[in-house]
Every structure is written in structure tokens, then in C-alpha cells.
């Protein structure tokens, strides 16, 4: 899944990239809506407030604001120069960082959040910085990673692009392309997950509170480990078809 990149991907990885970073997105977006009562996915919205805030003269909340956007920013260009510092040497290694990095932030604030957080206005503005933070890794690796066709931690180009290019499949001018029919795929796969991302985030953490943040990064180590297991097996017969080898070499 993070090992091929653009044009070298199949159609099957794109939908497990998209399916399984949407469900994360939607999850920490309506659980960070929530427990915050902030958009923790995207800074659309942030970016109107903040203009809003500045029209007003509300210095802290524009500084606030401000350092909301440029989390999102910096993680973007963490994962970025971490891809590109990585790559050389391998690709997965290169890809997997960020999500890495990510995990680490995510279970910091289950732990903060579970144990710590006293609800103050200090600690919200923090945990929503971190978890803005993390997302920009996020949105940042998986486009880099599908050459700009995968985004999922916003809707509006989304949608966008969806519209555009259901458009021109149901034109009747329109040729049979297999590359229309499979962004349309990944397209739907993304809304639907995300959808469905939502609807377990805000249901989990009605239930469990901040424990919902734990889940999160184990849903992220699965897409780390989906390259890992098939290296690991091979890794393991290798060793088992070496070790039976000289074993029966002993016995003669």
C-alpha cells in the first residue's frame, strides 16, 4: 500500500489507501467536534473565523487561529521533507514515517485527553494544534504518495472534482476510459468512508470519551503493516526452508 507511487499504484491500493485514511479522517474530525467543538481535519473553516477575528480586533484568538492554520502547514511540510530526505533509500520507509509520527501524536493526546485534560481553554487550543499537526502529515503523505488523486482529510475539492468527473462520464460524448471510471471508484470511496468514519468517531466517543483516540492509531498500524506481514512470511519460510535444509543435511 505505501511502497508504489502515482502511476505504478493499482487501482486495489489506491482504494485501500483512500478507504483507510478516510475512515481516520472522519473519525477525528467528528470525535475533535466533539471534545473540542473545533474542526480538527481541515482549516476551511478556521480561515473564515480567523477573518472574522481579525475584522474584529481579537488579537489572541487571531494568533490562535493562526497558529491552527500553520500547524496544518508545517505538518504538510514535515511529511514532505521526511518523504523526501527518505525516498532514496526506500520508499516504504519514506512513507511510513509520517504515519509514524502521526501515531505517536494521536496516542499522546488519548493519553492527555484520558488522563490530563482539565477542559481549560489553553489545553483545547494545544490538542487541537497537535491533532491539526497530524493531519497535515496525513493529507500531505497520502496526496504525495497518489500523485494529488487521493486528499482526505477535506470535502470541498473533493466534491469538486467528483461532480467534474461524473459530469463527464455521463456525457455522451464521453469514451470509454478506464482512468475516469477508477477515480470515480476512489472518489465514492472516500465520501462513503469518510461518512462512515464520522458516524463510529462520534458514536465511539459518546461511549468511550477521549478512549476513542486509541483506536485511531491502530487503525493507522494496519496500513503501516499491510507492506510488513508479506516481507515478514517470506522472511519466515526463507528461515524455516534453510533450517530444514540442514537439518536433514545432518541426518545423512
Known amino acids: 500500500m505505501l511502497r508504489r507511487v502515482k502511476e505504478e499504484r493499482s487501482l486495489k491500493e489506491n482504494l485501500m489507501l483512500a478507504s483507510s485514511t478516510a475512515l481516520v479522517s472522519g473519525g477525528i474530525n467528528v470525535a475533535g467536534v466533539m471534545a473540542f467543538l473545533a474542526f480538527t ?6 480561515v473564515a473565523t480567523l477573518a472574522r477575528h481579525v475584522v474584529e480586533q481579537n488579537i489572541r484568538e487571531i494568533l490562535v487561529f493562526f497558529a491552527w492554520l500553520f500547524m496544518f502547514f508545517f505538518g504538510a511540510f514535515v511529511s514532505s521533507f521526511l518523504i523526501r ?6 520508499r516504504y520507509r519514506a512513507h511510513a514515517t509520517p504515519i509514524l509520527f502521526e501515531i505517536v501524536i494521536l496516542l499522546l493526546v488519548a493519553i492527555y485527553g484520558h488522563h490530563f485534560y482539565d477542559e481549560n481553554r489553553t489545553e483545547r487550543e494545544i490538542i487541537i494544534g497537535a491533532i491539526l499537526f497530524s493531519m497535515g502529515l496525513q493529507n500531505s503523505m497520502v496526496s504525495n ?3 494529488g488523486l487521493i486528499k482526505v ?4 475539492g473533493l466534491l469538486t472534482d467528483f461532480g467534474s468527473e461524473v459530469g463527464e462520464w ?7 476510459d478506464t482512468v475516469l471510471r477508477n477515480k ?3 472518489r465514492m470511496t472516500i465520501l462513503t468512508c469518510y461518512f462512515i468514519g464520522g458516524i463510529l468517531g462520534g458514536y465511539l466517543f459518546t461511549i468511550l470519551d477521549f478512549q476513542v483516540f486509541y483506536f485511531i492509531p491502530a487503525l493507522l498500524m494496519l496500513i503501516i503493516s499491510y507492506d510488513i506481514l ?5 522472511k519466515t519460510q526463507q528461515f524455516f526452508s534453510i533450517f530444514s535444509s540442514r537439518k536433514k543435511s545432518t541426518q545423512y
Request: glycine share 6%; aromatic share 8%.
Open 41 to 46: 481535519t481541515n482549516v476551511t473553516g478556521h
Open 85 to 90: 530526505s527518505f525516498e532514496p533509500k526506500s
Open 145 to 147: 504518495i497518489s500523485g
Open 153 to 156: 482529510t477535506h470535502l470541498s
Open 170 to 176: 455521463l456525457h455522451p460524448n464521453r469514451k470509454n
Open 184 to 186: 470515480l471508484f476512489i
Open 230 to 234: 508479506p516481507l515478514m512470511r517470506y
